[in-house]
């Protein structure tokens, strides 16, 4: 919602900068004119030969300039760019040893001893002293520009007067050609031209931001608006919206990523304040966290703030702000990015690229281009979702996997051996799962398309299997969280860590395994020291964040009694895996046995009679028959079954109940 503070002036509209060299403005003649007037009647340089050194005479207009030395032609002043035209004589002359290397000598000599081939600020204020400024004025003028983040000092511990200044080199370019050179700007601050953003109108937004979105830039133009924040998952087109924000306005975009207030920050302040661009802000701070902007002086215009979903951010440059949440990206507009990206095949294939892929806009502009070329090398000229899916696989994950671990998916010809219970709802959970996005339009209450289930049962009992197998079903990727790299035993880091995995897993829309969950999801308890408090605070972090998660989570305990009740209420599927009877049993033997295995049928239902086994101890035992199998060059036979089930056996301490057959055959 619009803020109620009261508008903040703002400069006028800054005229775009010139893009030849004709329209340049020489300000360096009279800066020239000056400095030569100056070392020609001071009495302490007019008859000094180091003052007035030969060259200068091609300044003097006495012979032909130089190609190599001809005065910057500098495109700026208050009708190129937001600078005062004394402003802009100083940073002039601080720049000069930027085109001409000889004024390094010159400026060394004129303020000798102090060692520097830069300009100092007495030297500046005395070659610029005229009857309408004196040294002194000068002198303050110079820290003014500085604050600005238009000069930098080199040796602030030293006397003002000593103090050598420089101008930035994006601030240089900037001044001396009206536009920012890519190239020179540090690491945290981006350029990015009004030309590679779309039109304000054909950026894909919520009804509630389409509502509001169209109005931003008169509120801008007027001062009624010092700042626009935008929310959002990452990839949702946040900085796409304030590029096309900054494109209608006819500026380009000058993006800060970084800690705010550091040296980039005040960079970022500098070409702000005298640049035709759009500052832009991109934040991310953790829950319950508050991200403070500094100052920028100078700086008149509105400032654009990129933030995620949670945490927040405050400072004067965000009086008044207004704030738009971008939301997910819809089905009709999904399938929009897409035929506008790539040539989609027939009908079947777009409803299933848009229906299983549920990505952002930003990944869909990343995926289409790789879908495309995939496609391509196939020989074929329209994607399919098998390009589709091998495309999300190249995106940008290494956020994610940092805090978790990407596992096989179970093929669908391969599915888990499940009693007749857990069948029904690990079925109903793909249902949930393949249309929980048109079930947000259909249900009420504020439904959204995340999908929370809770596989519970003892050890071996299938519960990974299955989140494997229903990952292949659904066509996404799964990845296993890495409890020891999500927990952190400072205060706060947990919970900033389980937001970035979250967050990154419903971009990418990927299926996320929480293995062994009541490791996080314990039950509160009464607080009795600061341990249980923060203990009790990540709880209810996990809590409120499930609630607004919108990808699928799959968590997993064999101690569902440990899990504190509130989650279990949140949970959409609930599928309870319990050991196997001796039927079941007897499937995971003939699924994990060679097809070509040799275990008598009597032998076969005798073991899954007897041996109270779980799937995965039965895996197990199956694969170390295998073992014996390979070690004697046969097929797997009644030896090799019986002898692996009762190693087995011996693994867990328990007396096998298989006969012995060897003495009973004897």
Known sequence: MLTTHPARPTADPVERPPTNADDAVPLSRDLLDRILRRLAESPHTASDPAANPPWLDDYRGHRTVPADHKPAQIPFGTHRLALDPADALLLTAAGLIEEDVRFGALFAHLQDPLPSRRPCVGLLGWLLADDSRTAAELTDRVQDVAARGLLHVDNPGDPRSEWVVRVPVPVWDLLRTGRIRPGSLPAGLTHRPRTGFPALDAVVLAPEAAA?????????????????????????????????????????????????????????GALASIG????????????????????????????????????????????????????????????????????????????????????????????????LAAARAAGRTALTPADVAAATRTLNRQSLELLSRPLDPLPTTDPPVLSGAAEAELHTLVLRCRHRERLTTLARGGLNRGVRALFSGPSGTGKTLAARHLAATLGLDVFRVDL???????????????????????????????????????????????????????????????????????????????????????????????????????????????????????????????????????????????????????????????????????????????????????
């Open 212 to 268: 509001v979105v169209p109005r931003l830039p008169a509120l801008m133009r007027d001062g009624s608006l010092a700042a626009v924040v935008v929310r959002g998952m990452a990839g949702s087109g946040r900085t796409t919206l304030l590029g096309s924000l900054a494109a209608t306005l006819d500026r380009d975009l000058l993006v800060y990523d970084g800690q705010p207030g550091d040296d980039a920050w005040r960079l970022f």
């Open 484 to 666: 020891a790299a999500v927990v952190n035993k400072y205060i706060g880091e947990t919970e900033r860590n389980l937001d970035r995995l979250l967050g990154r897993a419903e971009e990418l829309d990927v299926l996320l395994l929480l293995d062994e969950g009541d490791a996080l999801m314990a039950r509160r308890t009464d607080v009795g020291s600061a341990n249980d408090r923060y203990a009790n605070l990540e709880t209810n972090f996990l809590l409120q964040r499930l609630e607004t998660f919108e990808g699928v989570v799959v968590v997993t305990t064999n101690a569902g009694n440990r899990i504190d009740p509130a989650f279990l209420r949140r949970m959409d599927v609930t599928v309870d895996f319990v050991p196997p009877d001796a039927g079941l049993r007897h499937k995971l033997w003939s699924a994990h046995l060679p097809v070509d295995h040799r275990v008598g049928p009597a032998v076969l239902a005798d073991t899954a009679r007897r041996c109270d086994l779980t799937g995965g101890q039965i895996r197990n035992a199956a694969l170390h028959a295998i073992l014996r199998s390979l070690g004697n060059g046969t097929p797997v036979g009644d030896e090799d079954l019986t002898e692996a089930v009762r190693r087995e056996y011996r693994r867990t301490g328990a007396t096998c109940p298989l006969p012995d057959r060897t003495r009973a055959g004897a």
């Open 276 to 371: 035709n661009v759009l500052p832009v802000v991109r934040c991310a701070p953790a829950p319950g966290e508050t991200v403070t902007l500094p100052p920028l002086p100078g700086v008149e215009q509105p400032v654009g703030v990129v933030l995620g979903r949670t945490g927040g951010v405050t400072g004067d440059v965000l009086e008044p702000a207004l704030t738009v949440a971008l939301g997910a990206c819809g089905a009709a507009d999904r399938r929009g990015l897409w035929q506008s990206l790539a040539a989609v095949g027939d009908a079947a294939a777009q409803d299933a690229i848009v229906d299983r892929f549920l990505l952002t806009p930003g990944d869909i502009h990343r995926a289409a281009p790789v879908a």
